[in-house]
Every structure is written in C-alpha cells, then in structure tokens.
C-alpha cells in the first residue's frame, strides 16, 4: 500500500467536482427535410414555345387550304330595341284647340295665348271683337288622326263644341242676327312624337267639313218582336228596373238575369218613366210567340225612351243577349263593350253561338 503524499500547507490541490446526474433534456424530434416542389413552369413554357413555333407552319398550310367561303362571321349584334313608345298627337291637337278657340290677338301676353304660343310658336291668334267676346264653354274632342310615314308629320281631326251664341249679321242692321254654329272640326298639324319625343304643333289649326259618315251596312236584327210576346215582356220588365226600379236603380234587377251573370244599374240617371219602342232580335226563335227549349239563345236590338223629373224624354237603344231557361228569357249579357261575366253556357254578346237561328243547345 502506497502511501499518501502529504503537501505542505498551502499546497493542497482542490478538490474535484463530482459530476452531479442531471435530468436529461427531452430531447427534440428529428425533423426530417421535406424535398421542396419541382416547378415545371420553366419547363411548361420551353414545351409551349416550341409547340406554337412548330405548328406554326402547319396552321399556315391549313389556312391556305381551306375554302373562301368556309370562314365564320361573328353575326352582327341585334340592336337594342328603344322603350319609348310614339306619343299620341290626339290630345295634344284637342289642347290646343281648345285654348285657341279662348285665345285673343288683343291679350297675347295673357295665360291662355302664352300656352298656345308655347305649343304652336308659328300660330296666329283669332282677333276678336268686343260685342262676340270668347266663347263662354268649349268641348273638344279628337275625331281622326293621319300620321305621314317617314316624314314625322300628323294631322288630328278634331270637334269643338261650343255654345251658341249670337252675333250681329255682317250685312244687316243691328236687328239682324245670325247663329254660329253649335259643333266645329278643325285640322292640326304638327310634328314629332316618334319614339317619344316632344310634339309640336306647327301652325294655327284650318277650318273643315264634318268627316264623312261610314256606309252602315244591314242590320243582324231583322226580326220584329211582337210587343206582347214574352221576349218584349220580360225585357220591358228588366228595363224598368234596370233604369227606375223601386227603392233605386237596379233593385231587384237579379231576377232577370241568368244564373250566374252579374250586372251593375246605372245610379246617376232619374228616370220617372221607361217606356219600350222598339225590339228586334236576330233569330226566328226569339221573335216567335212561344219561349223556345233551355238554353237556346238571342241577340235583340232594345229601343227605349225614358222620361225625367224635369220632363225631358231620353231616347235609348240597348243591345242584349238574352237567353231561355224554364219557359222565360233571361238576360244573359248587357252589350256595352266590357261584358258582364256570365256563367258557363250564358250568351256573350261577342260569342258568334249568339246568332243562332234558335233550337234547343
């Protein structure tokens, strides 16, 4: 056994640490180097380059071979359809007549020649004299309007109706007087309106004759109705309730009608009597003396005169489609242009099935 050397004081060596066991780190997982994309858009747009310059040549020789005639034509755009509809010159035409007929060359800075200017630049006023003075009530309505194709121009027929009034007679003494007459049509021109733009009137309106009736041609109701027949009774009864029936126009008026039909009374006209002048209808069945089977059905011409409170007599003419049903006929349709609804098989007054020469349907 060795023995220990023992160092003077002062000389001792330190002592040696001990290693001290410390707790290993949880030590990290290995993160493995993902391999980053390939990018082949180099590669891709080498690939497109030599491919376009190749078929270059090819697309040319196609080009060349193809026919003349084989190449579309991209097909025109439609053009877009304008929303504006063509103005109608009727009203326009009635507006300024009206205001002429009021106008006067002595107040052409008043309201009324000022509208008339603005409407018609190039239109003369009427000069009037201070014992005719205007008219004190003008009604005009549009009778006819004419439109120029192409040119943009129209002409509108219209009525004035204004009240009499008399005047002295331009050859006579003072005693001597003359009538003006009641109803007058005039002729205005004018421009624009097409694809709503503004109308113009372009002058002061002429002066025409009444336009001509149309020829009528005959009538579909050439059957006379015999007045006691029992067509004439049951439209004498539903004519007097329609226009003066107890307790107010139309009271009780639904026992005349068919089944089914709706029909609304007049209730601003008084009439304190209704009497029947005239029926004619469009088939041998309705003009009989007996009520044909069910459902056969009519046409009739009602003239009529009813008489107010005041004592005026109104002469009135009715159109009706009349229908039989239980050994009656019924009213099946008021012909005013708007028919009233009726129910399945009721007569229209439009319906050809009306004009029938009678039967049973």
């Known amino acids: ?9 002062g000389r001792e060596r330190p002592a040696r640490k001990r290693a001290v066991s410390q707790p290993l780190r949880a030590s990290r997982p290995e993160t493995v180097p993902v391999s980053r994309p390939v990018s082949y858009g180099p590669r891709l747009a080498r690939m497109g380059v030599w491919t376009a310059l190749a078929a270059g040549p090819l697309a040319l020789a196609v080009a ?12 025109p755009a439609p053009a877009p359809s304008s929303s504006r509809v063509q103005a109608d ?18 107040a052409p800075d008043g309201p009324v020649a000022a509208e008339v200017r603005r409407m018609a630049p190039q239109a003369e006023l009427p000069s009037r004299s201070r014992e005719a003075g205007s008219p004190a009530a003008v009604r005009v309505t549009p009778l006819r309007t004419v439109v120029m194709p192409g040119s943009g121009g129209w002409t509108v027929t219209v009525a004035a109706v204004t009240d009499e009034r008399r005047a ?21 021109n004018g421009t624009g309106g097409q694809d709503g733009g503004p109308l113009v009137v372009t002058g002061s309106p002429a002066e025409v004759a009444a336009p001509e ?10 059957r006379a109705v015999p007045s006691t027949g029992p067509l004439a009774v049951s439209l004498t009864e539903f004519l007097r309730t ?15 009608l068919s089944p089914g039909v709706r029909l609304s009374a007049p209730t601003a006209a008084v009439y304190t009597r209704v009497e029947v002048k005239d ?5 041998d069945a309705a003009a009989g003396t007996a009520v044909p089977g069910d459902g056969s059905r009519a046409r009739v011409r009602v003239r009529v ?19 039989a049903r239980a050994g009656r006929w019924e009213i099946s349709a008021l012909d005013t242009g708007s028919p009233a609804p009726a129910s399945a098989g009721a007569a229209s007054p439009t319906d050809p099935s009306t004009a029938t020469s009678g039967g049973t349907r």
């Open 1 to 9: 056994m060795t023995p220990r050397r023992t160092l003077p004081p």
């Open 305 to 323: 005169e009813g008489s107010d409170a005041a004592g005026t007599r109104w002469p009135l003419e009715y159109r009706l489609a009349v229908t």
């Open 279 to 283: 029926v004619a209808a469009d088939t």
């Open 64 to 75: 060349l071979a193809a026919p003349a005639g084989s190449a579309a034509q991209a097909a």
């Open 242 to 256: 329609y226009l003066a029936g107890p307790g107010g126009q139309g009271a009780g008026v639904e026992r005349y």
């Open 213 to 222: 009736a149309a020829q009528t041609g005959p009538s579909v109701f050439g």
């Open 168 to 188: 002295p007679s331009p050859g006579g003494g003072s005693d001597q007087a003359v009538v003006q007459p009641a109803a007058r049509y005039f002729a205005v």
């Open 89 to 106: 010159p009727s009203g326009t035409a009635a507006h300024f007549v009206e205001l002429w007929l009021r106008a006067d060359a002595s």
